[in-house]
């Protein structure tokens, strides 16, 4: 893997009535509601971390369906997954308004590096099933509930980042999303693999109109 | 016993029952089935005008006799018995009773009514009014049920889920009604087939009904009130949905038109813009009590006018579909952590606030085996006798409501939460397949921001019109106006005493009380 592939970053904003709009930013992992003239000040969009970004008209969520649910593995058992796994999930939750989400995907595909090199993977393959059979769709389903029946509070964020984790060291390239429940400030956070939302707790992703998106190659 | 028939009283002819000093005022909305019983007579009452004889024959079929310790285990959720014997009397009102049931000392005996007789001049309480604050911030919609108390000061309210036995006109005990049956798990198979044949149950209570309307929203619950009913009377049901031009309502018009086509009923879209919550209806809404049910009032009002067009008996909704098969019933049901703000209420007045807030937290009514949050049946009276038809839900029915009890032990006994897949094992022909696939539920957030960006006005009007009464029960109007002002504005903030003491002046000034000299108060 090449550690200079690209991190695509677009934006967007969404008004909420004639005069007001709504911004996510990065860098502190917040929603900012303000007159649409403040909220496109490229001074405001440094501050909130959406200096290296496109903005696009209007977001579309890539997501096609939700491959699992946490309906699909009740009464199933728990499956294993090691304490370092935990640990980042944590550590992701705890990272959000310090460390901008931008960073904090940048960082995650580095231990993906990490992660692909320990498994002895060579360059990616072709297709998106084939690129590691051994984390497929229910495989980064599975660990992630595990994952998450392990933790206090599951939260949609730090699940973004560990299955962005799974599916970058599996050589697979995905795209983190934050969206807003508009004019709410209420924000979601989803990773997408080739148009698959591989878990969420409940489908809610769809509910939540994109404002950022982050494309990242392995 | 005299069964005399009265002229109207208090806005609406009320039929009089009196036994000795036992008087019992029925609205006309509510049917009343009468029986003899071992020294007395007992009066079955209920919404549900077509169904009554069988839910009373039913009842008394298996009842235990008055003094048995389950006597009331078996009453419909809906509905309510009063036993009269010589001076005594026993009332037993369903955890879901959707009509009003309250009682009132008299010298001598008792009076019980399903009317809360607003305008006879009876004097008011300020702490009445003010306690229902307390309910509407902690447990939304729901009749408050921590505490009997009602706006009135001479009359109480019976709790929903509760037996309450008097002797001479005072209460001598409180019996809670527990209509669990046990608490043993059966077989995931057995449940499915208990919740099966208690919908079967219920679409035959419904042929032969009419014309009916079926609020159709895509979803699990609508589908279960409509499909069982439609079954033999499908030409006679039609279908409305409400739309919403938003992101997360994107995909629900698709699906409530292929709900409806399932169901090969015809369906009229409405806007829902044009009935956000907090939109004044155009016919009175005169509730018993007040209710933060009338911030939906537009809404109701739109779907029941549609009802009384098509000249429907019934108007079918998904109701309480979450509260039973979505939700953990063996556990209490989970009350707002924080309450609302001091800053509206006077001393006095939080006072109140703060002991009704004690009362449905420690009220032995807060566990939802019981069933008392499962329903909110605020407008089933108003629709019923504004409109001329009955709402009705499977989701209240005691049989559905026993099924869903018996999905909750068995999801404990397994370590998982319930959900509804136990409805798509049970009925998968009356769910049509869009339903069954659907994404989830989508909330109703946005759609409450936007509402008080547009009747950020007419609420602070709403208290203005009333602030002389606010103001002597100890609240603070320019608070709340300030508060509708800010939540209009998009402000992320509380709208939790808005909504409440919004409730409290619809209330007021659909009764025409603007002015403390208005009406009598005593305390």
């Given at each position: 893997?090449?550690?200079?592939?690209?991190?695509?970053?677009?934006?967007?904003?969404?008004?909420?009535?004639?005069?007001?709009?709504?911004v996510?930013?990065?860098?502190?992992?917040r929603?900012?509601?303000?007159?649409?003239?403040?909220?496109?000040?490229?001074?405001?969009?440094?501050?909130?971390?959406?200096?290296?970004?496109?903005?696009d008209?209007?977001?579309?969520?890539?997501?096609?369906?939700?491959?699992?649910?946490?309906?699909?593995?009740?009464?199933?058992?728990?499956?294993?997954?090691?304490?370092?796994?935990?640990?980042?999930?944590?550590?992701?939750?705890?990272?959000?308004?310090?460390?901008?989400?931008?960073?904090?995907?940048?960082?995650?595909?580095?231990?993906?590096?990490?992660?692909?090199?320990?498994?002895?993977?060579?360059?990616?393959a072709?297709?998106?099933?084939?690129?590691?059979?051994?984390?497929?769709?229910?495989?980064?389903?599975?660990?992630?509930?595990?994952?998450?029946?392990?933790?206090?509070?599951?939260?949609?964020?730090?699940?973004?980042?560990?299955?962005?984790?799974?599916?970058?060291?599996?050589?697979?390239?995905c795209?983190?999303?934050?969206?807003v429940?508009?004019?709410?400030?209420?924000?979601?956070?989803?990773?997408?693999?080739?148009?698959?939302?591989p878990?969420?707790?409940?489908?809610?992703?769809?509910?939540?109109?994109?404002?950022?998106?982050?494309?990242?190659?392995? | 016993?005299?069964?005399?028939?009265?002229p109207?009283?208090?806005?609406?002819?009320?039929?009089?029952?009196?036994?000795?000093?036992?008087?019992?005022?029925?609205?006309?909305?509510?049917?009343?089935?009468?029986?003899?019983?071992?020294?007395?007579?007992?009066?079955?009452?209920?919404?549900?005008?077509?169904?009554?004889?069988?839910?009373?024959?039913?009842?008394?079929?298996?009842?235990?006799?008055?003094?048995?310790?389950?006597?009331?285990?078996?009453?419909?959720?809906?509905?309510?018995?009063?036993?009269?014997?010589?001076?005594?009397?026993?009332?037993?009102?369903?955890?879901?009773?959707?009509?009003?049931?309250?009682?009132?000392?008299?010298?001598?005996?008792?009076?019980?009514?399903?009317?809360?007789?607003?305008?006879?001049?009876?004097?008011?309480?300020?702490?009445g009014?003010?306690?229902?604050?307390?309910?509407?911030?902690v447990?939304?919609?729901?009749?408050?049920?921590?505490?009997?108390?009602?706006?009135?000061?001479?009359?109480?309210?019976?709790?929903?889920?509760s037996?309450?036995?008097?002797?001479?006109?005072?209460?001598?005990?409180?019996?809670?009604?527990?209509?669990?049956?046990?608490?043993?798990?059966?077989?995931?198979?057995?449940?499915?087939?208990?919740?099966?044949?208690?919908?079967?149950?219920?679409?035959?209570?419904?042929?032969g009904?009419?014309?009916?309307?079926?609020?159709?929203?895509?979803?699990?619950?609508?589908?279960?009130?409509?499909?069982?009913?439609?079954?033999?009377?499908r030409?006679?049901?039609?279908?409305?949905?409400?739309?919403?031009?938003?992101?997360?309502?994107?995909?629900?018009?698709?699906?409530?038109?292929?709900?409806?086509?399932?169901?090969?009923?015809?369906?009229?879209?409405?806007d829902?813009?044009?009935?956000?919550?907090?939109?004044?209806a155009?016919?009175?809404?005169?509730?018993?009590?007040?209710?933060?049910?009338?911030?939906?009032?537009?809404?109701?009002?739109i779907?029941?006018?549609?009802?009384?067009?098509?000249?429907?008996?019934?108007?079918?909704?998904?109701?309480?579909?979450?509260?039973?098969?979505?939700?953990?019933?063996l556990a209490?049901?989970?009350?707002?952590?924080?309450?609302?703000?001091?800053?509206?209420?006077?001393?006095?007045?939080?006072?109140?606030?703060?002991?009704?807030?004690?009362?449905?937290?420690?009220?032995?009514?807060?566990?939802?085996?019981?069933?008392?949050?499962?329903?909110?049946?605020?407008?089933?009276?108003?629709?019923?006798?504004?409109?001329?038809?009955?709402?009705?839900?499977?989701?209240?029915?005691?049989?559905v409501?026993?099924?869903?009890?018996?999905?909750?032990?068995?999801?404990?006994a397994?370590?998982?939460?319930?959900d509804?897949?136990?409805?798509?094992?049970?009925a998968?022909?009356?769910?049509?397949?869009?339903?069954?696939?659907?994404?989830?539920?989508?909330?109703?957030?946005?759609?409450?921001?936007?509402?008080?960006?547009a009747?950020?006005?007419?609420?602070?009007?709403?208290?203005?019109?009333?602030?002389?009464?606010?103001?002597?029960?100890?609240?603070?109007?320019?608070w709340?106006?300030?508060?509708?002002?800010?939540?209009?504005?998009?402000?992320?903030?509380?709208?939790?005493?808005?909504?409440?003491?919004?409730?409290?002046?619809?209330?007021?000034?659909?009764?025409?009380?603007?002015?403390?000299?208005?009406?009598?108060?005593?305390?």
């Open positions: 893997m090449s550690v200079l592939r690209r991190c695509t970053e677009s934006w967007t904003d969404v008004p909420v009535d004639a005069e007001l709009t709504l996510y930013g990065p860098r502190w992992a929603v900012y509601l303000l007159p649409s003239a403040d909220a496109l000040a490229p001074p405001f969009l440094r501050a909130i971390g959406l200096g290296g970004a496109t903005r008209g209007e977001l579309a969520d890539p997501v096609e369906r939700v491959h699992r649910d946490r309906t699909h593995f009740t009464g199933a058992p728990i499956a294993s997954v090691p304490d370092w796994m935990v640990a980042a999930y944590q550590a992701f939750d705890a990272s959000r308004h310090v460390v901008p989400l931008r960073v904090a995907a940048l960082a995650t595909r580095a231990i993906a590096r990490v992660l692909w090199r320990t498994r002895g993977g060579g360059a990616p072709a297709g998106p099933d084939t690129a590691n059979p051994s984390l497929d769709l229910d495989t980064i389903a599975r660990t992630v509930h595990a994952v998450e029946a392990r933790v206090r509070t599951p939260d949609c964020y730090p699940r973004a980042l560990l299955t962005a984790l799974l599916s970058l060291s599996a050589g697979r390239a795209m983190l999303l934050v969206g429940l508009a004019p709410t400030r209420k924000m979601h956070a989803w990773c997408c693999l080739d148009g698959v939302l878990y969420e707790r409940q489908p809610e992703h769809y509910i939540y109109r994109p404002l950022w998106m982050l494309w990242v190659d392995p | 016993m005299t069964v005399p028939a009265l109207a009283v208090a806005g609406g002819g009320v039929a009089v029952v009196r036994d000795r000093a036992i008087e019992i005022r029925v609205r006309p909305a509510v049917a009343l089935r009468t029986r003899p019983i071992a020294g007395g007579v007992a009066h079955y009452l209920s919404l549900h005008d077509a169904e009554i004889d069988a839910r009373a024959d039913t009842f008394w079929d298996g009842w235990p006799g008055l003094n048995a310790p389950y006597a009331w285990r078996d009453l419909e959720l809906t509905d309510a018995v009063i036993c009269v014997v010589g001076e005594r009397a026993c009332v037993a009102r369903g955890a879901a009773a959707s009509f009003p049931l309250v009682w009132s000392p008299r010298a001598p005996g008792l009076a019980l009514s399903t009317v809360l007789p607003v305008k006879s001049g009876e004097p008011f309480t300020r702490a009014l003010v306690a229902t604050v307390a309910g509407a911030c447990h939304a919609s729901y009749e408050p049920n921590g505490f009997p108390a009602t706006p009135l000061a001479h009359w109480w309210r019976v709790r929903r889920g037996a309450l036995h008097f002797d001479g006109g005072r209460v001598v005990h409180e019996q809670v009604i527990n209509p669990c049956a046990g608490r043993a798990w059966v077989p995931r198979e057995v449940i499915a087939q208990n919740v099966r044949a208690a919908l079967d149950a219920y679409g035959r209570s419904q042929r009904g009419g014309c009916s309307l079926v609020e159709v929203s895509g979803g699990f619950d609508s589908s279960l009130a409509a499909a069982p009913a439609a079954d033999g009377s030409a006679a049901m039609h279908g409305i949905s409400v739309h919403y031009p938003y992101y997360e309502f994107r995909f629900e018009r698709l699906l409530q038109q292929a709900t409806a086509d399932s169901f090969g009923i015809a369906r009229v879209e409405v829902g813009t044009s009935m956000y919550p907090y939109s004044p155009e016919a009175p809404a005169r509730f018993d009590a007040p209710s933060v049910f009338v911030t939906g009032i537009r809404h109701a009002e779907v029941a006018r549609h009802a009384a067009s098509l000249s429907a008996q019934r108007l079918y909704m998904g109701h309480g579909g979450d509260q039973t098969f979505a939700t953990d019933l209490p049901e989970v009350l707002v952590t924080n309450p609302p703000a001091r800053h509206p209420f006077s001393a006095h007045a939080w006072r109140v606030v703060r002991q009704a807030l004690d009362d449905t937290r420690t009220s032995a009514w807060r566990d939802r085996w019981l069933g008392t949050f499962v329903y909110d049946a605020a407008q089933d009276v108003w629709v019923k006798e504004t409109f001329g038809a009955t709402v009705r839900t499977p989701f209240t029915d005691l049989a409501f026993r099924a869903a009890l018996a999905w909750s032990v068995w999801c404990r397994h370590g998982t939460v319930p509804k897949s136990i409805l798509a094992e049970a998968p022909d009356l769910i049509p397949a869009s339903v069954r696939q659907r994404r989830g539920k989508v909330p109703y957030d946005g759609v409450w921001m936007r509402a008080y960006r009747q950020a006005d007419h609420i602070a009007t709403a208290f203005e019109g009333v602030r002389d009464v606010l103001a002597h029960i100890g609240v603070d109007v320019n709340l106006q300030r508060r509708a002002r800010d939540l209009g504005a998009w402000q992320a903030k509380s709208d939790r005493e808005v909504l409440a003491i919004y409730a409290i002046a619809h209330w007021l000034g659909a009764w025409g009380i603007q002015r403390v000299s208005d009406v009598a108060w005593s305390g």
